[in-house]
């Protein structure tokens, strides 16, 4: 969504008694004060995601794991679409791609949301921010985006970094040690899934693909405790009522950073917003730090720190 630049909103006059500095500088501040909402909006929407580690692990403590959490938090998201654009499901039978982002979108929430609840915060957001590395690959399967030098030598960076933050003292390996360290890699790679498809379907109405993103959250993450109840792997859904206000709390969180990260994407480039979202890493590394959530070693300051540079470089690349 591009903003009109002649006969749009910003067609209106000067103020009386004031006039209009050259090379249309009125025009340049009304935009960069539009870039600074959309910023902000974006930078909510990486609070919300970067500290909603806390608020699972409070459900999960209150009897709800966080596979339930997803699950409710994402049928009260959708409900609230339904009821706000009712026709939105009718893209799905001329649209059948919305399936598959359902699916992609799903499974980066349950792999998120379920990893940063069981694991260590830091090490499991660094994991999933592996995601611009996955998507040199994916771009390239699903959107024939072949990879250029500077593509690959990003990944390798990524990988390196990753290869960093896995290698522990107690493995002789690097490789993903948890279940919350190969939920991290599902989750950044199904993210990396999720954005190709959503660039591959820019011309489906923005409602249908949000619904399919909901919805895909709340179908995924119940058939995999479904699953993982049949195996007596997951708990029954037991919410105490002090964790009401809690669950309540986090689903309108998530509509409100879902709808900041709308408003802020339609009116940035998307390297502008990939470099805003890093933030997130920010927001959740300090508060797992206050909070005593994560453990900082020079092994994952160094790891994440390629993951980082290899983050900002692709967001760079992407401007030119």
């Known amino acids: 969504?591009?903003?009109?630049?002649?006969?749009?909103r910003f067609s209106a006059g000067p103020p009386q008694g004031k006039s209009v500095p050259s090379g249309g500088s009125a025009l340049h501040a009304v935009k960069s004060v539009g870039a600074m909402k959309a910023a902000g909006a974006l930078v909510c929407n990486a609070f919300v995601w970067g500290v909603s580690w806390w608020p699972f692990r409070q459900l999960q403590e209150h009897g709800l794991h966080p596979l339930w959490s997803t699950a409710l938090v994402?049928?009260?998201a959708l409900v609230a679409l339904l009821i706000a654009y009712p026709a939105s499901w009718r893209?799905?039978?001329t649209h059948p791609q919305l399936w598959l982002l359902a699916i992609a979108a799903g499974f980066t929430n349950v792999g998120f949301n379920w990893a940063v609840t069981v694991g260590d915060v830091v090490r499991v957001v660094l994991l999933f921010y592996l995601m611009p590395a996955w998507s040199v690959l994916v771009g390239w399967y699903l959107l024939g985006e072949k990879p250029s030098r500077g593509s690959l030598l990003r990944l390798v960076l990524a990988m390196a970094g990753v290869l960093i933050v896995l290698k522990t003292p107690d493995s002789p390996w690097p490789i993903p040690q948890t279940a919350a360290d190969w939920l991290a890699l599902l989750g950044g790679f199904s993210f990396a899934v999720t954005?190709?498809?959503?660039?591959?379907?820019?011309?489906?109405?923005?409602?249908?693909r949000m619904l399919a993103m909901f919805g895909g959250?709340?179908?995924?993450?119940?058939?995999?405790?479904?699953?993982?109840?049949?195996?007596?792997?997951?708990?029954?859904?037991?919410?105490?009522?002090?964790?009401?206000p809690v669950a309540i709390g986090l689903s309108v969180a998530f509509l409100v950073g879902n709808a900041a990260l709308q408003y802020g994407a339609a009116r940035l480039a998307a390297s502008t917003t990939s470099l805003v979202m890093l933030t997130e890493i920010l927001f959740a590394s300090g508060s797992a730090a206050l909070l005593g959530a994560a453990v900082f070693t020079p092994r994952i300051l160094v790891g994440g720190g390629l993951i980082v540079v290899a983050a900002l470089l692709a967001a760079l690349a992407s401007e030119k």
């Open 1 to 8: 969504m591009k903003q009109q630049e002649g006969g749009g």
């Open 74 to 76: 994402y049928v009260f």
């Open 91 to 93: 893209s799905f039978l």
């Open 195 to 208: 954005n190709a498809l959503l660039r591959k379907m820019k011309a489906v109405p923005d409602s249908s």
């Open 217 to 244: 959250g709340a179908m995924l993450a119940t058939g995999v405790a479904l699953v993982g109840m049949a195996q007596h792997a997951v708990p029954a859904p037991a919410l105490a009522a002090a964790g009401i």
